[in-house]
Nanobody, 126 residues
């Protein structure tokens, strides 16, 4: 039903910015709450940011609040994560995810997310 493909990862220096994109296929993209998660080596996959189906509400992990911005363009079936002031601790594989449900809410835990991308590597050098 839904396929997600992340892009935009890469190697950057601390303080730089990077924009991740997640292209989604599926006719009901605009009805899904979406989110970004990341997983660093040796650590659990953690919540980064979430956005409601309409884009009217967003949620962020404390570690990225004020630096990252999640957005979506439902007309293009694309989810974005603008990452500013990157830090070495932001280094991780970043995954986009879709809940697959029509709930008008942000979702900040992994369990409700039904669809996941393959991930894109973000590496921030110090």
């Amino acid at each position: 039903q839904v396929q997600l493909v992340e892009s935009g990862g890469g190697l950057v220096q601390a303080g730089d910015s990077l924009r991740l994109s997640c292209a989604a296929s599926g006719r009901t993209f605009s009805t899904y709450a979406m989110g970004w998660f990341r997983q660093a080596p040796g650590k659990e996959r953690e919540f980064v940011a979430a956005i409601s189906r309409s884009g009217s509400s967003t949620s962020y992990a404390d570690s990225v609040k004020g630096r990252f911005i999640i957005s979506r363009d439902n007309g293009k079936n694309t989810l974005y994560l603008q990452m500013n002031s990157l830090k070495p601790e932001d280094t991780a594989v970043y995954y986009c995810a879709a809940t697959g449900t029509p709930l008008q809410t942000t979702v900040v835990v992994r369990t409700p997310y039904r669809y996941w991308g393959q991930g894109t590597q973000v590496t921030v050098s110090s």
